[in-house]
């Protein structure tokens, strides 16, 4: 029997980037709000301080951040006609745990979708005809439009400190900036960070090619800087260890360098660690939540009323909570009926390797969001007609660091092991580079999320399953930009160049980035999405999942940080000037 | 930290309900909560390495050792670059991973049943590394021994070890616990993190794997050589611990 504690005004499940967002806003408005943490408390000094944060083993091999499957996994198949069996050791995504989330081992690239972006459907349409999109592609525009959306991508921008250059201020095309962005309000708060040798050959051969290559936008500082909030952000040290990590130098945008320190100083908030949240308790009419149950590490049961329940872990823990807790209609691949699970996309990266002859690199100077890129192949950047495929990415010399256990390139022809190995390591680790394809990843009608009906977690819930594979829109798309990126490359003169464009079948086995999403989209229609365009569930109106990737509609070329933070700005806005004034539905079904 | 130093470092969720559950249960909320008001900030939150010292095999048997220290030795050979995988302390490194979490998939998702399903959905064997590593050691000298007149994998010519490394690589030798290729992709994978690791955990030993590629390890600041292009990065490594030359003698 769960024992029940005195009741609070906000219920936040998941203490990351949308829960420390929600968790702020709500508590400076004078709520009494109480945060729910599956994992520990982190903070910069005492869990990943400078001196000890560079362990290569740790972090990347033993994955000493995440989440570890023995906690909770998913079970995963290519096909429905598939048995899906357990993620039994990450590898493909890393889910984030404890307080920070994925915030804290990011690695920092901070992009803003594209205004045609947040009405693919009508935009492909409009342009190519209705003919043009395969028959079981579930795309949808999102009920937010990129106008509405651009001062809210400014508040995180600006929360985090963003090191970039524009390339559209108000409408005006800037030079050196990203000439296909969106408008922006405002400059990035800080410059450009420095580059390293190898991003410079990049930048040099895509504009002998003919592109406009610009500097990725950063959450890893150029310089030192202080957010809205006050809090301190150090400068970036190019140090090399930074995605699958945390930034012992406070100079990666985290939950913990932008937000935590602030929040904390409210009375009126609180945050329980090590509390895994069980389900979202409803009243008899199902319409309303009432209280949250979550389990404590003894593994006694605790009930936590609330009035309002925010919805923040990360993407499929966000599904797999409101099919556990029975809030809107799961999802039937069979009939194309339901939502919840619906439009589970992921992202299509594909990349060029090359090796120089002669030219030292030095690959372990890098940031997490280093580097130098070109957008010209993203979204409906280019003309689509007569490719067979829509969709596309950035690309870019997006290396991160060569940490050596999982870095160690060597000409195509070189043994695995032996003296040949060894040789070749040495002769090529500091002369080689990885060069990138982001691409995006739509959504279809046989990929999705629903529950395990065989494999358990610890507390005896069924598992997420993840059916998920390729289609071949996003191979050809995965084609075509990787050959165009290697166009660039050989521009640079590698004395070897291999090129390795994304092909199925999809698989857990190998990382590719953690940017999962859809499952509870976002829309206009209740019977395509689960929540409507104020991130408030369309069956129990006091749940809100703000903002976290499992609100996309599908996945766009870029990462989803940026849009998932300015979701979580316009939630909260929506909450505190709609919902506060009149607790209910704020878009009528 | 010690079980009973976090146990103490523990605090309760809330007063009352903490009685409670001392009284009825006899220990403590296992849940902690941190109050607005105050920034939480706890010593060892986490859990660093335990920098592994000089000593007798935890796991590894003497036989079992001399077997990894041969095996990891061909897979990096000593040359004139400088020593191998055993000079660098790959065995070490691999024997104190199979004695702690790593040996027996303690953070891993282990609950059966086990399919064999599609390469696509990863490993799926109830099999440990630690039984891994001991079922198919005992394997491969059971399998040398009878094909090269009852020597040791140890106790074969570097050409020989070389020819069974390579035919376990390929497939082409089924080991007798049914490993094989799978038991070679491990032990090949387990010694490049030894050898390139952070000398802390074992391996890596005065830094020889980093030194070889020119790796500076965990360095923590580069923004004076950002922006020097197309030169070689002038200083030596350092690992968690520093570097030996830090340190005092005695």
């Known amino acids: 029997m769960a024992k029940k504690l005195p009741a609070k005004d906000v219920v936040i499940i998941g203490l990351g980037w949308t829960g420390s967002i929600l968790g702020y806003e709500m508590a400076k408005a004078g709520l009494e709000v109480v945060a729910l943490e599956r994992g520990p408390w982190r903070d910069t000094a005492t869990a990943f301080p400078s001196t000890y944060a560079q362990d290569e083993l740790r972090y990347d091999f033993h994955h000493d951040l995440f989440v570890q499957t023995k906690q909770t996994t998913l079970t995963f198949r290519n096909k429905a006609d598939q048995t899906a069996l357990p993620i039994r050791s990450w590898a493909s995504f890393l889910p984030g745990n404890g307080v920070g989330g994925a915030g804290v081992h990011w690695g920092g690239q901070t992009w803003r979708f594209l205004p045609t972006d947040f009405r693919l459907r009508s935009h492909l349409k409009e342009r190519y005809g209705k003919k043009f999109l395969p028959q079981d592609m579930t795309i949808q525009d999102w009920p937010v439009n990129y106008d509405e959306l651009e001062a809210y991508y400014d508040r995180f921008e600006k929360l985090c400190g963003i090191s970039g250059k524009a390339g559209n201020l108000r409408g005006q095309i800037q030079g050196g900036g990203n000439p296909f962005e969106g408008w922006r309000s405002d400059e990035y708060p800080t410059p450009p960070m420095k580059q390293p040798y190898g991003a410079m050959l990049f930048a040099d051969a895509a504009r002998k090619v003919g592109h406009s290559p610009f500097p990725m936008p950063a959450a890893t500082l150029s310089q030192a800087y202080v957010n809205p909030l006050g809090m301190r952000l150090g400068q970036c040290t190019f140090c090399g260890f930074c995605d699958k990590f945390g930034c012992g130098n406070y100079a990666k945008s985290s939950p913990q360098t932008c937000v935590l320190p602030a929040l904390m100083r409210f009375p009126n908030f609180s945050v329980r660690t090590e509390s895994e949240v069980l389900r979202i308790n409803l009243d008899g009419t199902g319409k309303r939540a009432t209280s949250v149950t979550y389990v404590d590490t003894s593994g006694e049961e605790w009930e936590q009323p609330g009035d309002l329940i925010l919805l923040c872990a990360f993407s499929f823990f966000n599904v797999q909570l409101m099919l556990h807790s029975k809030i809107g209609t799961p999802y039937d691949p069979q009939t194309g009926q339901g939502v919840v699970g619906r439009n589970y996309a992921y992202q299509t990266v594909s990349g060029v390797n090359i090796i120089f002859k002669d030219k030292i690199l030095n690959p372990f100077i890098a940031a997490g969001a280093s580097g130098m890129m070109v957008d010209d192949y993203n979204g409906d950047n280019f003309d689509h007609s007569g490719l067979g495929f829509v969709g596309g990415g950035y690309m870019g010399a997006t290396q991160t660091g060569a940490r050596p256990i999982a870095t160690r390139p060597v000409p195509a022809d070189t043994a695995k092991w032996g003296s040949g190995w060894k040789r070749a390591t040495a002769e090529t680790y500091r002369k080689a580079l990885r060069l990138t394809v982001h691409g995006s990843c739509y959504s279809y009608r046989d990929c999705f999320l629903d529950l395990d009906p065989t494999y358990k977690d610890r507390f005896d819930r069924p598992l997420m399953r993840m059916t998920f594979d390729f289609h071949d829109n996003e191979l050809k798309m995965s084609d075509h930009l990787t050959n165009r990126l290697a166009d660039i490359a050989r521009a640079m003169n590698p004395s070897e160049i291999a090129v390795a464009p994304r092909k199925g079948p999809y698989t857990v086995t190998v990382y590719q980035s953690t940017h999962n999403t859809g499952g509870t989209a976002m829309g206009t229609d209740p019977t395509t999405s689960v929540v409507n365009r104020y991130c408030q569930s369309w069956d129990v109106s006091n749940v809100f999942i703000p903002g976290g990737a499992s609100v996309f509609p599908q996945n766009h070329g870029y990462n989803p940080t940026d849009t998932v933070g300015a979701l979580a700005f316009w939630t909260a806005d929506a909450i505190m000037t709609k919902y506060l004034k009149s607790p209910g539905p704020l878009v009528q079904s | ?250």
């Open chain 2, 1 to 250: 930290m010690s079980a009973s130093s976090e146990s103490i470092s523990r605090r309760n969720l809330l007063a009352s309900t903490a009685i409670l559950l001392v009284t009825i249960l006899g220990r403590q909320a296992y849940s902690r909560t941190y109050s607005g008001g105050v920034l939480p900030w706890e010593p060892s939150g986490t859990q660093p390495p335990v920098p592994v010292r000089p000593g007798p095999w935890l796991y590894f048997t003497t036989d079992e050792a001399a077997t990894v220290d041969a095996i990891v030795d061909r897979l990096i050979p000593p040359d004139g670059s400088g020593p191998g995988g055993k000079g660098a302390g790959c065995a070490v490194f691999i024997d104190r991973q199979l004695a702690g979490s790593f040996g027996d998939s303690r953070h891993l998702y282990m609950h059966p049943p086990f399919a064999n399903g599609t390469p696509s959905q990863g490993p799926q064997s109830p099999i440990v590394p630690k039984e891994r590593y001991r079922t198919s050691l005992a394997a491969l000298d059971e399998y040398c021994k009878a094909t090269f007149a009852g020597k040791s994998f140890a106790a074969l010519s570097t050409a020989q070890q070389d020819q069974v490394l390579s035919a376990l690589e390929k497939g082409e030798i089924k080991l007798s616990d049914g490993s094989g290729k799978e038991f070679f992709e491990s032990i090949l994978q387990n010694t490049m993190e030894g050898f390139f690791a952070d000398p802390i955990y074992g391996g890596n030993r005065d830094m020889i794997g980093w030194r070889l590629i020119g790796f500076p390890g965990a360095r923590y600041d580069y923004r004076d050589w950002i922006e020097r292009y197309n030169e070689t990065y002038p200083l030596p490594p350092v690992g968690i611990m520093g570097r030996a030359d830090w340190n005092t003698p005695g």
